[in-house]
């Protein structure tokens, strides 16, 4: 190798050395003030209420009693915690359920030969515009036990016998609280889906009509297949939105009556913000971290193994 | 495009069953805020007699508006550092290659299944040492962070299509990668700006538990925490509760009809890519 090639090599290796350093500080440079943001608020945050949820703590004093992993113990044997879990996965069973199916419904309809289809496409979005706060009062006088509209019409239609106070009662609470989430929701599925079925290219249903195929077969045979991409997507965003679910029972029906409504995240907010019980509360948060992450990581390896989309 | 799954009558019956579930609630909300006490005593959910503004303006003599003020100015101060720390962000991890880019744009992905509940106690403490309770500012910390990993996926993935070739010719004149991505790459997002913007509005505008633990006074409280309010101080003045939902919720549904499409598409691409 002469010198003059083994000068132009090193060169060469010099100015690369220098451009990938540049580079590096570039990188950082650019993902730096997000990543600070994020990993002060959202990462440091998780591994404190860990930290937090291993001590005894009124969290308005100073006093901290390191207690190990006591208050996970207690969680474990305490009724109202495995109420609220249950109530959780009720309302991500009754979510997958309802608000999937209704809000594809929807979408379909919204592609089906109705006059004045805009105020029907106008109307169906409006309530997942609303703030949470807002559909909740609403929908306490909703359910309300004298006078409200729930119990109105069923007064107007001769069904006197069914009328209750729908959120004041433990047994029909929580069925109420759960059918109005799945009103706030439902059209934020339709939305979903509706975008999909835009994207279906029209000569598929042409050449499905000159095979003759039924409205239904349609549906089946080319709708429904094209859409399960969404549809799973829109069932992973369904069970997580679930599990942290929070603002429209506290809301309605603080967890109440008598813990027949409560979820992780009310009984969170109850012991820590209420009750100041600052390391209990972090110890249900940070169980829901776990059961959101467990339960996450199983539904996208679950959609992997069936071959899904990402 | 038509899917005729069913046709006629009872299709008409099923849509219209829906548009009455989806609409009766907002209509009676409505009617109700038109009237008096007395009259919705006599007569709770018929259409009212007259349609009086004596609640609407009581609402405007209890300073209202101030509610409206601190969202706006939350949400829009978010939404805006957002975009620009979240686009930055996604720059090298779309186009750049090193060692660590994938576990940061995973780290990052991970944030989207996080319950706000497991960050609130310490963020809670952290704002109080930093003396932002009680404060606007104190909010749009902790809504940009929860912001960004939407954000950043769907900016990384906007990006990722932009054809190589652009920066390269940029790179051979000798430009700066700041200079690269604020007069070259930034300028292409438009359509994921939108996209970004109208997601995380909707998101931060309608935000509840943050404000409700972050916040204090009636003074710096933003529009779902200042419903509750005055759900709270009008008590049996059931058609002035009525009065303050509907001007509540009237800035998002007003927005939505002027631009419905742009709305409606910009929600389901944030969701989709989220």
Same mark, same amino acid.
């Given at each position: 190798?002469?010198?003059?090639?083994?000068?132009?090599?090193?060169?060469?290796?010099?100015?690369?050395?220098?451009?990938?350093?540049?580079?590096?500080?570039?990188?950082?440079?650019?993902?730096?003030?997000?990543?600070?943001?994020?990993?002060?608020?959202?990462?440091? +945050?998780?591994?404190?209420?860990?930290?937090?949820?291993?001590?005894?703590?009124?969290?308005?004093d100073a006093n901290m009693v390191f207690i190990g992993l006591e208050n996970y113990k207690q969680l474990f044997q305490d009724g109202v915690f495995w109420t609220s879990i249950q109530n959780n996965f009720l309302l991500v069973i009754a979510s997958l359920l309802t608000q999937l199916p209704v809000g594809l419904i929807m979408a379909l309809l919204l592609f089906s030969p109705i006059?004045?289809?805009?105020?029907?496409?106008?109307?169906?979005?409006?309530?997942?515009?609303? +703030?949470?706060?807002?559909?909740?009062?609403?929908f306490i006088f909703i359910y309300e036990?004298?006078?409200?509209?729930?119990?109105?019409?069923?007064?107007?239609?001769?069904?006197?016998?069914?009328?209750?106070?729908?959120?004041? *009662?433990?047994?029909?609470?929580?069925?109420?609280?759960?059918?109005?989430?799945?009103?706030?929701?439902?059209?934020?599925?339709?939305?979903?889906?509706?975008?999909?079925?835009?994207?279906?290219?029209?000569?598929?249903?042409?050449?499905?009509?000159?095979?003759?195929?039924?409205?239904?077969?349609?549906? *089946?045979?080319?709708?429904?297949?094209?859409?399960?991409?969404?549809?799973?997507? +829109?069932?992973i965003l369904s069970v997580i939105g679930s599990l942290k679910y929070f603002d429209l029972i506290y809301v309605m029906t603080g967890g109440g009556p008598n813990n027949s409504t409560e979820l992780m995240a009310t009984y969170m907010y109850k012991q820590t913000f209420t009750n100041f019980n600052m390391g209990y509360g972090s110890s249900i948060s940070f169980s829901m971290f776990i059961i959101a992450f467990i339960v996450t990581a199983f539904m996208l390896l679950g959609d992997k193994s069936n071959g899904g989309n990402e | 495009m038509m899917i005729r799954v069913i046709k006629g009558i009872p299709l008409y019956c099923l849509a219209i069953v829906i548009l009455m579930v989806t609409g009766l609630p907002f209509l009676i909300m409505t009617l109700t805020s038109f009237k008096g006490q007395m009259e919705f005593m006599t007569s709770p959910w018929s259409i009212p007699e007259s349609f009086s503004l004596e609640n609407y303006l009581l609402l405007v003599e209890l300073n209202f508006f101030g509610y409206f003020a601190n969202s706006l100015i939350v949400s829009v101060i978010s939404v805006i550092i957002v975009i620009i720390i979240a686009a930055m962000a996604s720059y090298p991890l779309a186009r750049l290659k090193?060692?660590?880019?994938?576990?940061?744009?995973?780290?990052?992905?991970?944030?989207?299944?996080?319950?706000?509940?497991?960050?609130?106690?310490?963020?809670?403490?952290?704002?109080?040492?930093?003396?932002?309770?009680?404060?606007?500012?104190?909010?749009?910390?902790?809504?940009?962070?929860?912001?960004?990993?939407?954000?950043?996926?769907?900016?990384?993935?906007?990006?990722?299509?932009?054809?190589?070739?652009?920066?390269e010719s940029a790179k051979m004149d000798g430009c700066s990668h700041l200079r690269l991505f604020w007069n070259i790459i930034f300028p292409l997002l438009t359509p994921a700006v939108a996209t970004v913007a109208i997601y995380n509005f909707i998101h931060i505008w309608n935000e509840f538990i943050f404000a409700l633990v972050l916040t204090n006074s009636s003074q710096n409280a933003t529009l779902p925490i200042g419903l509750r309010e005055f759900y709270g101080e009008f008590s049996v003045n059931i058609p002035g509760i009525m009065a303050t939902l509907t001007l509540g919720s009237l800035p998002l549904l007003l927005v939505y009809f002027i631009a419905q499409e742009k709305i409606v598409t910009g929600l389901a691409a944030g969701s989709v890519k989220g």
């Open positions: 190798m002469s010198k003059a090639q083994e000068f132009s090599i090193n060169g060469m290796a010099r100015v690369r050395k220098r451009k990938k350093n540049k580079d590096t500080w570039a990188i950082i440079g650019f993902i730096a003030p997000a990543f600070i943001i994020y990993g002060v608020y959202v990462i440091y +945050s998780i591994f404190m209420t860990f930290y937090y949820s291993t001590f005894n703590w009124t969290g308005i006059k004045g289809i805009r105020l029907f496409r106008s109307v169906y979005f409006m309530p997942f515009l609303m +703030s949470t706060v807002a559909i909740g009062i609403l036990g004298n006078y409200g509209l729930l119990n109105s019409i069923l007064g107007a239609i001769g069904l006197e016998s069914l009328e209750t106070a729908w959120i004041g *009662k433990e047994n029909t609470a929580i069925w109420a609280v759960i059918a109005t989430v799945c009103w706030q929701f439902a059209p934020f599925y339709m939305i979903l889906f509706r975008a999909t079925i835009v994207g279906i290219p029209e000569e598929l249903y042409e050449a499905a009509d000159i095979d003759g195929a039924s409205g239904w077969q349609r549906f *089946k045979n080319i709708t429904l297949p094209l859409l399960r991409p969404i549809i799973i997507t +829109s069932a | 090193f060692r660590l880019n994938r576990p940061i744009f995973i780290l990052f992905m991970v944030g989207m299944m996080i319950p706000i509940h497991t960050t609130l106690v310490p963020i809670f403490i952290l704002t109080n040492k930093m003396g932002l309770y009680d404060s606007l500012f104190g909010l749009i910390g902790p809504y940009i962070a929860f912001a960004l990993p939407v954000s950043i996926v769907i900016f990384t993935q906007f990006m990722r299509d932009i054809p190589k070739e652009l920066e």
